[in-house]
């Protein structure tokens, strides 16, 4: 069966008809873009792999409820995402979002100094923890919006909320972000 130039939405009716190679190939085309929203999600790229593969098991399962108010895509995404949630809500305390040697900062151009390297890492540390502070429908805005692709819409429709209410949202963390670094010296 060739698949290159079929739309979503006829890979979708492919798929429900009993096309198992259909539903393959929408998994081919959107499996990256589910696993970047677990990763953003969790932190872990082996947590984000399981909650990917049983985001597009679910999807399978599920095409049936799959209404087409949203793109094919978008409606994967949001699956894994409240998959990735789910977990997360069970072991968030237990774990950092991320390794405490991670880095929120690009890279320098120049050289940078040791107190330059420690100062960076010292602002990144203290950056993911206020993140981890934020409250639930803030901390998920932003970190959606910084490690995914997709545009406020469709995240928007991903977590729920009028595109409006995530934009504020994202502000307003970064701008609580940004208050409690000053703060902190930063």
């Given at each position: 069966m060739s698949t290159g130039?079929?739309?979503?939405?006829?890979?979708?009716?492919?798929?429900?008809?009993?096309?198992?190679?259909?539903?393959?190939?929408?998994?081919?085309?959107?499996?990256?873009?589910?696993?970047?929203?677990?990763?953003?999600?969790?932190?872990?790229?082996?947590?984000?792999?399981?909650?990917?593969?049983e985001a597009l098991v679910l999807a399978y399962r599920t095409l049936g409820s799959y209404r087409?108010?949203?793109?094919?895509?978008?409606?994967?995404?949001?699956?894994?995402?409240?998959?990735?949630?789910?977990?997360?809500?069970?072991w968030w305390r237990l774990r950092p979002l991320e390794d405490e040697r991670g880095s929120l900062h690009?890279?320098?151009?120049?050289?940078?100094?040791a107190e330059q390297v420690l100062l960076a890492g010292e602002r990144d540390?203290?950056?993911?923890?206020?993140?981890?502070?934020?409250p639930a429908r803030?901390?998920?805005?932003?970190?959606?919006v910084a490690t995914t692709e997709h545009s406020y819409e469709e995240l928007a429709v991903i977590l729920g909320v009028p595109s409006g209410t995530l934009k504020w949202r994202v502000s307003e963390a970064r701008r609580r972000v940004k208050q409690q670094l000053a703060k902190q010296g930063f």
């Amino acid at each position: 069966m060739s698949t290159g130039c079929v739309t979503d939405g006829e890979l979708v009716e492919r798929a429900r008809a009993g096309e198992t190679e259909a539903f393959d190939e929408l998994a081919r085309r959107h499996g990256a873009a589910v696993y970047r929203a677990a990763l953003a999600a969790l932190g872990s790229a082996s947590d984000a792999e399981d909650i990917a593969q049983e985001a597009l098991v679910l999807a399978y399962r599920t095409l049936g409820s799959y209404r087409g108010d949203a793109s094919f895509k978008t409606w994967v995404v949001a699956i894994a995402w409240k998959r990735a949630l789910n977990l997360r809500r069970r072991w968030w305390r237990l774990r950092p979002l991320e390794d405490e040697r991670g880095s929120l900062h690009e890279p320098l151009l120049d050289t940078p100094s040791a107190e330059q390297v420690l100062l960076a890492g010292e602002r990144d540390r203290a950056a993911k923890r206020l993140i981890q502070k934020l409250p639930a429908r803030l901390r998920d805005a932003l970190l959606c919006v910084a490690t995914t692709e997709h545009s406020y819409e469709e995240l928007a429709v991903i977590l729920g909320v009028p595109s409006g209410t995530l934009k504020w949202r994202v502000s307003e963390a970064r701008r609580r972000v940004k208050q409690q670094l000053a703060k902190q010296g930063f």
